[in-house]
């Protein structure tokens, strides 16, 4: 079968000359334990008590393990589902507010909270900079890896404040969410100015619609032909046939369009750069990430034949991606994680590749 990837216009060599810097998430604070302790912790029984209930404790502590051995298949199963239907940051708006007054507020935010990596002058060499594996994005380019916008685009503001807010994994960039959201809108306001002809081509920003996952995300019929378009897609080239990051051009991608190397992301670290949800393996199959070697597929997905390509083949994919998150890296092949899709929980705790490419 004639690979799709030699079909459509190569895109790489274009994103990776383009003009472009990276950014980064701190994992968020694991709360379960804390409050499990916070509950029982104190509780103390007296010492007759606490003697003759361990045999009873043993007896549960076993029932309660061969529970999670026998459910663990359905819980892990419907955790990208649920995953899907988790919340998202609030939906804010930008308050009303003159524009120059807000330009000054965010002005003073940048000085205060960004300068330092992204540079005065909003070209990613502030004096943290060099210490930094993942070099902090230049503002002065327009170029915008992470974005709801069709490739070659700007973002949107709601783009630029979602970043701003949920941070950057993998990278120095934090999420801000306990800023104000007025300060975040005036950071907005005032990114936009580095880039001087941002007015006349925010035009063209016009955000890519991503659907609510289907029902049928992550199910074996799903990972099973998420499998077949990755090999249609000839994505092992770059991610690996295991998706680890090891495919034959991974060595030979020229630098991204900041000068920095690239390399192609391990899928089976967990989150992407922009997000571990459904919707973010999504919406960068759909964009692209401007400045890199990865295309847009929306031409692809968004004009399926019936045949190579298939109506909805696009959350099959992303079906496919999710489901080598939970992979080991000594472990099953790709045949057997397409037969075994209920592994796919998140493996958002492995260590972190600050070398990595989004």
């Not at 980064?24 to 007759?48: D, Q, Y």
């Not at 020229?254 to 973010?280: M, R, V, Y």
């Not at 399926?304 to 696009?314: F, L, V, W, Y």
């Amino acid at each position: 079968m004639t690979k799709i990837s030699e079909q459509i216009p190569r895109q790489t060599e274009r994103n990776a000359t383009s003009p472009l810097s990276q950014r980064g998430e701190r994992p968020r604070p694991e709360r379960a334990t804390a409050a499990r302790e916070a509950c029982c912790g104190s509780v103390v029984r007296p010492r007759e008590r606490l003697v003759a209930s361990r045999g009873a404790r043993a007896l549960v502590a076993e029932r309660h393990r061969r529970g999670r051995e026998r459910f663990a298949p359905a819980v892990l199963a419907a955790a990208l589902l649920a995953l899907a239907a988790a919340p998202r940051e609030a939906r804010a708006t930008p308050p009303a507010a003159p524009l120059a007054d807000t330009i000054a507020r965010g002005k003073a935010v940048y000085e205060m909270y960004c300068a330092g990596c992204h540079g005065v002058n909003g070209d990613g060499k502030g004096p943290a900079s060099a210490m930094l594996l993942v070099k902090p994005r230049d503002f002065t380019s327009g170029v915008y890896k992470f974005r709801s916008t069709p490739n070659g685009a700007l973002p949107t503001d709601a783009d630029l404040f979602r970043t701003i807010t949920n941070g950057v994994n993998r990278t120095s960039m934090p999420e801000s969410s306990l800023l104000p959201e007025r300060e975040r809108w005036a950071l907005v306001a005032y990114l936009k100015t580095f880039y001087p002809r941002w007015a006349e081509e925010e035009s063209a920003a016009i955000p890519i619609h991503v659907p609510r996952p289907p029902a049928t995300l992550g199910s074996p019929e799903s990972v099973a032909r998420g499998r077949e378009l990755y090999e249609l897609l000839d994505c092992g080239r770059c991610h690996g046939d295991a998706g680890r990051g090891d495919g034959p051009s991974a060595a030979t991608l020229a630098s991204d369009g900041w000068g920095n190397p690239q390399k192609p992301f391990d899928f089976t670290k967990g989150a992407l750069k922009s997000g571990a949800a459904p919707e973010d393996v999504y919406r960068t199959f759909m964009t692209g990430l401007n400045g890199t070697a990865m295309p847009s597929y929306a031409d692809v997905f968004d004009n399926p034949n019936g045949e190579s390509i298939r109506p909805g083949d696009a959350w099959n994919l992303v079906s496919y991606i999710m489901s080598l998150r939970a992979a080991p890296r000594g472990g099953a092949t790709l045949a057997a994680r397409a037969d075994a899709p209920d592994q796919l929980a998140a493996a958002d705790a492995a260590p972190r590749d600050h070398q990595e490419a989004p």
